[in-house]
């Protein structure tokens, strides 16, 4: 299969110019003007980016968690990708009691054998850190292609300052890296106890009990852990202003200290937990929404570089049967996570780019260039040849109102609902085959169940 791109404007992370794309199997081959190959399929992309598919970094895809599961699996999650213009996500893989990374690894993997439409990978998460399982983090990033883990601070599966020193100190000699959910535990367990006495268990109180403080001082914890190992750490859903200090401040210190965020913690604010009829527990996630002062300020990381990448947190729950499972009553039963996958290009291009928040250029960066750089997929990522032909024909004039039911992702809300974007996908492809395409009033998709594949990726020479 061989596809000719005529005439687009391509965009990388420093500049952009007008050429034609020829794409043959897998691979990006040509970057030219006025290219006179013989192509299977011809697409005129006069006045459209040709943007790298975008990479999410970040998604909970048939995840348990509190009693239930996320809702998307392998095949709803990546026809879902697909339509947003995601062409590689990699998902969290949670490590269960007893098990090695590598049974974990191939326990999830086999969950999306024969159903992913798009490219993925794996972060082991380490909940289970017996010594033999810090040994393996060698394999891990050097034989299994998944050279990033994930820690918590928080929940009952949270590992202690001496793990998270470990699994440091292991990652730093084989160019691994180590994402931390960073969260005070004990301050969020001592504002449940003040709240649950005060009656005050709303939707709205979710927020209140995991304040920016708590964001704060784990973040500056774990940045000291990184300074006495001289390792690297990455802060994944970055939320406040006060976090995106720390996160700062280590940085100046020339700590390698490394943070995503999220089009939730960039454009909502915990004013939505006050809607009527218990809708505030859409946006039950954690952490919680913020304030518009950190919606502020994580754009100004975005811009100034503080913040390296933007991800989703793709973790969705139906409104109706999953978030009032356990009842009404008690903010602390409601399943955390909200969908966004498919709404993450969009979002970032409408809010970010037209609004003149970021160029188009950091846009590039934020959601492709500089995620596959951060985590080792050396095939995607950019317009450039050899490279994976991971491409979006992007219309940037093209309206399009979010709402749930013109999107794909298992689930019956979006956080997003009602806003209008300006910019869309017209067509999507990932290693040279169409997987969706623009049909006049929303995205289709057109790709083949089961084509995408597991991709190693590959440990930092840092």
Request: aromatic share 8%.
């Amino acid at each position: 299969m061989s596809v000719l791109f005529k005439g687009g404007t391509i965009v990388s992370t420093t500049g952009r110019y007008v050429a034609d794309v020829y794409t043959e199997g897998d691979k990006i081959k040509t970057i030219g003007t006025d290219l006179d190959v013989p192509a299977d399929e011809v697409i005129d992309a006069k006045r459209k980016y040709i943007l790298p598919g975008a990479i999410d970094p970040h998604t909970h895809i048939a995840m348990p968690f509190m009693g239930t599961h996320a809702q998307d699996d392998y095949e709803t999650g990546t026809i879902a990708a697909a339509c947003g213009g995601v062409t590689s996500l990699i998902d969290f893989d949670l490590q269960q009691k007893g098990e090695t990374l590598l049974e974990a690894l191939e326990r999830k993997q086999a969950l999306a054998d024969g159903k992913v439409a798009i490219d993925y990978s794996l972060h082991p998460a380490v909940m289970d850190p017996r010594p033999e399982v810090i040994e393996e983090v060698k394999k891990a990033c050097l034989e299994y292609g998944t050279p990033s883990f994930k820690i918590f601070m928080v929940y009952d599966f949270r590992v202690d300052d001496a793990t998270m020193i470990r699994l440091l100190e292991e990652t730093k000699k084989y160019g691994g890296l180590v994402q931390v959910h960073a969260e005070n535990v004990y301050i969020i367990q001592h504002l449940n106890e003040v709240l649950a006495k005060q009656g005050k268990l709303a939707p709205y109180y979710h927020a209140k009990s995991r304040p920016n403080i708590a964001e704060e001082e784990a973040i500056a914890r774990a940045a000291k852990m990184v300074e006495l190992t001289g390792s690297r750490i990455y802060i994944v859903h970055l939320s406040s202003l006060e976090g995106l200090r720390q996160v700062k401040a280590a940085q100046d210190r020339g700590v390698q200290v490394f943070a995503e965020t999220c089009p939730q913690y960039l454009l909502l604010d915990e004013e939505r937990y006050k809607e009527p009829d218990f809708n505030g527990a859409k946006y039950v996630m954690s952490p919680p929404l913020r304030t518009q002062a950190s919606n502020d300020a994580l754009w100004r990381g975005l811009k100034d570089r503080s913040v390296q990448v933007v991800a989703t947190d793709h973790c969705p729950f139906d409104f109706n049967g999953k978030k009032d499972m356990f009842g009404k009553d008690d903010y602390k039963k409601i399943p955390n996570g909200a969908p966004g996958i498919e709404t993450l290009l969009m979002l970032m291009h409408s809010e970010g780019v037209v609004k003149g928040r970021i160029s188009l250029e950091r846009m590039v960066d934020v959601l492709s260039t500089g995620t596959a750089r951060m985590f080792g997929l050396k095939d995607k990522g950019e317009i450039l040849v050899g490279k994976d032909a991971d491409i979006v024909v992007f219309d940037p004039d093209q309206k399009f109102t979010i709402t749930q039911p013109k999107l794909h992702m298992n689930i019956d809300y979006t956080p997003f609902e009602g806003i209008e974007v300006t910019g869309m996908p017209s067509a999507v492809y990932s290693r040279g085959k169409k997987v969706s395409q623009w049909n006049g009033d929303q995205m289709e998709f057109v790709g083949e169940i089961g084509r995408g594949k597991f991709v190693k990726r590959e440990p930092s020479e840092s």
